[in-house]
């Protein structure tokens, strides 16, 4: 992927390293499904919020279009007082302000807070193990992967609300990394090392376009000050909990976008209406709704 020049000891830019149909691939997953699936998802997020959630719980809101119909619906049963005594904790800047509007009362994430149920969106779930894949989407680096995950594991149950196309064995597409920013190509030539022949790496840029492996003139950076690598994986990724572990491993790597947690509930919407996956050992399918 990278190279560095002996004479110079400047860093090469390769020519090309990941074609422009897996790039946009990757930003292609979710937009066009939600909008086909948005009613659906709605029945999703009102059965996630009259299924799960009751009164006097701390609760961790989720990001995304089926999130912010469930803070919708969570806030309207808050008004109407059907809950009560009920604490939002928000995952991201969009869900803070979509709990404002809805009247929930809000609270900060802090370490070693107690959230008792946490709903979010997921890009891909992977089938059997309900590992989740997050932050594909993020393009303005407002957003925090690492307080998603953070108030997702810390959460006692938490739910995942997606498509049935989101819900399948053999995951392909990226896989967002977050990195030290300091020695950043040489911790995205280790990511590199780990995948070769099964994925490219790039980093991701600031104004969402195709900008080379580099990232272009503008790379995103996170608030916290991290760049973002998307391993853009071009076969099937056969286990995402390996995938996290390899990871895990490489020096220099501050989080990653893969949700290893169990329990954990999926709330899918299909054609036939929804179903309900969990988790805690064997997936255990309750039908349709």
């Known amino acids: 992927m990278f190279s560095i020049d002996s004479k110079t000891g400047m860093s090469?830019?390769?020519?090309?390293?990941?074609?422009?149909?897996?790039?946009?691939?990757?930003?292609?997953?979710?937009?066009?499904?939600?909008?086909?699936?948005?009613?659906?998802?709605?029945?999703?997020?009102k059965h996630t919020?009259?299924?799960?959630?009751?009164?006097?719980?701390?609760?961790?809101?989720?990001?995304?279009?089926?999130?912010a119909m469930a803070i919708q619906y969570l806030g309207r049963q808050f008004r109407a007082g059907a809950l009560r005594d009920i604490v939002g904790i928000p995952m991201s800047t969009i869900s803070a302000s979509e709990a404002a509007k809805a009247g929930i009362p809000l609270d900060q994430y802090r370490d070693g807070s107690q959230i008792d149920f946490?709903?979010?969106?997921?890009?891909?779930?992977?089938?059997?193990?309900?590992?989740?894949?997050?932050?594909?989407?993020?393009?303005?680096?407002?957003?925090?992967?690492?307080?998603?995950?953070?108030?997702?594991?810390?959460?006692?149950?938490?739910?995942?609300?997606?498509?049935?196309?989101?819900?399948?064995?053999g995951l392909d597409g990226s896989i967002p990394v977050l990195i030290q920013s300091l020695g950043w190509m040489e911790i995205a030539e280790q990511i590199d090392d780990l995948f070769i022949g099964d994925a490219e790496v790039w980093r991701r840029s600031s104004i969402g376009q195709l900008a080379g492996p580099l990232g272009g003139d503008f790379p995103l950076v996170t608030g916290e000050g991290y760049n973002v690598l998307d391993v853009i994986f071009t076969s099937p990724i056969k286990s995402l909990a390996e995938v996290a572990e390899s990871l895990d491993k490489v020096e220099g790597v501050v989080d990653h976008?893969?949700?290893?947690?169990?329990?954990?509930?999926?709330?899918?919407?299909?054609?036939?209406?929804?179903?309900?996956?969990?988790?805690?050992?064997?997936?255990?399918?309750?039908?349709?709704?």
């Open 49 to 67: 919020v009259d299924t799960y959630i009751e009164s006097g719980m701390v609760i961790g809101l989720g990001s995304g279009h089926a999130s």
């Open 118 to 169: 946490a709903f979010d969106d997921a890009d891909l779930l992977e089938e059997q193990t309900l590992l989740a894949v997050i932050g594909r989407e993020n393009q303005q680096g407002v957003e925090s992967i690492i307080q998603e995950k953070s108030i997702l594991n810390a959460a006692n149950r938490h739910v995942f609300m997606i498509t049935e196309k989101q819900y399948k064995s």
């Open 257 to 289: 976008g893969i949700i290893c947690k169990w329990p954990c509930t999926a709330v899918i919407v299909s054609d036939s209406g929804l179903s309900i996956v969990s988790n805690p050992s064997t997936d255990t399918k309750k039908g349709f709704s």
């Open 12 to 45: 090469i830019m390769p020519t090309l390293v990941c074609s422009p149909t897996a790039y946009f691939k990757r930003n292609s997953c979710r937009p066009n499904t939600v909008a086909a699936h948005s009613s659906s998802l709605h029945h999703a997020a």
